[in-house]
């Protein structure tokens, strides 16, 4: 672990702009949020990461994929990975994936046969989803992921619990109308005045904001009490939280001004 912790940069959080040497501020992002993860000692098993990028990736589920919805990812990330079924959705845009990942119990043997072995990475253990072992096998400093939003509300539902349990590697699901992510410790965005902004707690979490109709101070969220859903931006917010567990639900459209709290040169 010490000569793991020995290749990262120097790194300053907020009160400091110490990148390190030949380090500009994407890397320097991208390896802060590394490097807490390595400090406390990773509780979760330690996985090989499948695909590094520097760069925000595309990744494609086998679920709902509304119109644009590949193209508005791509072109902000245009690196895709495909998890297990999801391989068949970009295979019809004419797309091959750069990676495909998962069980594969959801990808017909026709498909298979029109990809190349060496981007094939099954993982046969059932213990959790294939977007679980995607989020844990790609590191890039965002990921943006369409194809889980929309049909069955129980592969839904498992997306919100990977967004907490692999908060590790940022990711925005982006659905028809909305996107959901995992809300960092310090966010900030330049929403417009009369966006909705919903927050909803899959743990206890207390925060703080400033530009929201109804502020958070004070206030504990828990998913079974108090939520936030429904609140409304007033313009530029900010959202201070005191530990992992809140979900934030944006309008679709507010995705460029979010992306920049994960990738600052996205």
Known sequence: MLALLQLLPPVKHQHGDNFGPNLCKSQYHFRARLWPVLKIGIKARMTVPILHSEKPVTLVGGGAIHPGDLDLALVRAPTLVAADGGAMAALDHGLVPDAV?????????????????????????????????????????????????GQRLDHQLAGFSALLRQAKQPCILIGADEIVFHLPRNFAADLEAGDVVSLFPLLPVQGRSTGLRWPIDGLELRPDGRIGTS???????R???????????????ALDQVMPAFAPDA
Not at 110 to 130: C, F, G, K, N, Y
Not at 231 to 237: D, H, K, M, Y
Not at 239 to 253: A, N
């Open 239 to 253: 959202i201070w939280t005191d530990g992992p567990g809140l979900l934030c639900i944006l309008p679709r459209r």
């Open 101 to 149: 990942i998962g069980d594969f119990d959801s990808i017909s043997d026709a498909a298979l046969a029109r990809i190349p072995d060496a981007i094939l990475h099954p993982v046969a253990e059932q213990d959790s989803t294939d977007f679980d072992k995607c989020l844990e096998r790609v590191l890039a400093p965002v990921i943006l992921a369409v194809g889980f939003l």
């Open 231 to 237: 609140n409304v931006a007033l313009g530029p917010i």
